[in-house]
Structures are given as C-alpha cells and as structure tokens.
T-cell receptor, first 114, second 110 residues
C-alpha cells in the first residue's frame, strides 16, 4: 500500500507570493494533519482535516489555510509569504478514529522563501 | 506555550549501551503519548506509543515509561545501534491533534 505522498518536494518562492502544497494520504485514511518544522521549534501543528472538515487548528495566522477533498487528498495554502515561512511542511495521515494513535508522515515539502 | 518539552537537544551514546530520551509535558488532557524517529530529508516514522492510563509499553528494543504524577515520559533503547542515530520527537495526542516536542538528536557511536 502506497505511503503518504507530498508534492512538490522542494519549492522556492519570493516574499509576497502564495503557495499551495499537496498531500495524498494513505488509501483508507480520512484524517490529514499538517505540520511546520523549523530549526529549534520542532514540529508545530497547523491544522487537521477529517472528512473534508477542519477539525483542529493550531496557532498560525490566517495566511495559512487548507482544505480536504472528497478523496481525502488535502492541500495547504500560504498567502503573502514571509521569509519566516521557510520550513519543512509535513503532512500526516491516519484513520482518524477515536483511540487511533498512529499517524504516518510524508517526506515533506521544503519551502524556501527568498 | 510549549506543552511538550524535550530539554536535551542532543545525546551521544556508545553502541550496545542504553539510550534514554526524556520528555516532559504540561497538558493533562493528552490521551496518548507517541515517539517518532526522523532521519534527514524524510518524514517522521512512528516508533512506539503509550496510553495515558499505562505506565510502561515495550516493543523489542524500545520501551516507553510514563510517570503521570511527574508529567514525564522517557524512551529507552536497549541495546543502542548506530542505525538508531536520528532525531527523536515525543508527542502528546489529544482529540487527533499531535503536539510535538522540539526533538532530541541521538548519535550512537561504535
């Protein structure tokens, strides 16, 4: 069974632009979560989608948004990019049921804002 | 507000010895705690988890201990192997939301 797929793997954008990242979860998984990893900050939770609805949200500004499609694929959008948005963006998928503990991560998208 | 803390950014252990990675948390609402391992240029990989109602869970060379009164958990790796060299993240799970610590870089040397 295929793992979590994130595209693109690498991205370079300039300040002020917007960017859309994509995540295809493992087949059968209905929950997709997004995380930002920066040096010294670990993995910070952005948001989680389940059955096309945002179920959880972290403490990020409104420039960060996402959505989930009926096939559970998810996209994350960052508008008006800032230099500090440079990071590794990871998505994780899971069944999303109560008590399920294991989330599977993709390889991430490395975003560099110049 | 850092709900999950890993105060040691790095740890160096000799092959064959025990590696102990520590994690503290402040949120009493976590249902589970999980440990993930991350190699460079790869996503984190799930290692082991423990329910908040347990105090120990073991899986092969990996054992996680939970001390709820101290709000502390630890991951023990015995014996440590060079392939264990990676960054280890602990995380608390609350209603499908994972809160991660900042990670500890483990280096196992021969």
């Amino acid at each position: 069974k295929a793992g979590v797929t994130q595209t693109p793997r690498y991205l370079i954008k300039t300040r002020g632009q917007q960017v859309t990242l994509s995540c295809s979860p493992i087949s059968g998984h209905r929950s997709v979560s997004w995380y930002q990893q920066t040096p010294g900050q670990g993995l910070q939770f952005l948001f989680e989608y389940f059955s096309e609805t945002q179920r959880n949200k972290g403490n990020f500004p409104g420039r960060f948004s996402g959505r989930q499609f009926s096939n559970s694929r998810s996209e994350m959008n960052v508008s008006t990019l800032e230099l500090g948005d440079s990071a590794l963006y990871l998505c994780a998928s899971s069944y999303g049921g109560t008590g399920n503990t294991e989330a599977f991560f993709g390889q991430g998208t490395r975003l560099t804002v110049v | 507000d850092q709900q999950v803390k890993q105060n040691s950014p790095s740890l160096s252990v000799q092959e064959g010895r025990i590696s102990i990675l520590n994690c503290d948390y402040t949120n009493s609402m976590f249902d589970y705690f999980l440990w993930y391992k991350k190699y460079p240029a790869e996503g984190p990989t799930f290692l082991i988890s423990i329910s908040s109602i347990k105090d120990k869970n073991e899986d092969g060379r990996f054992t996680v201990f939970l001390n709820k009164s101290a709000k502390h958990l630890s991951l023990h790796i015995v014996p440590s192997q060079p392939g264990d060299s990676a960054v280890y993240f602990c995380a608390g799970l609350n209603t499908d939301k994972l809160i991660f610590g900042t990670g500890t870089r483990l280096q196992v040397f021969p």
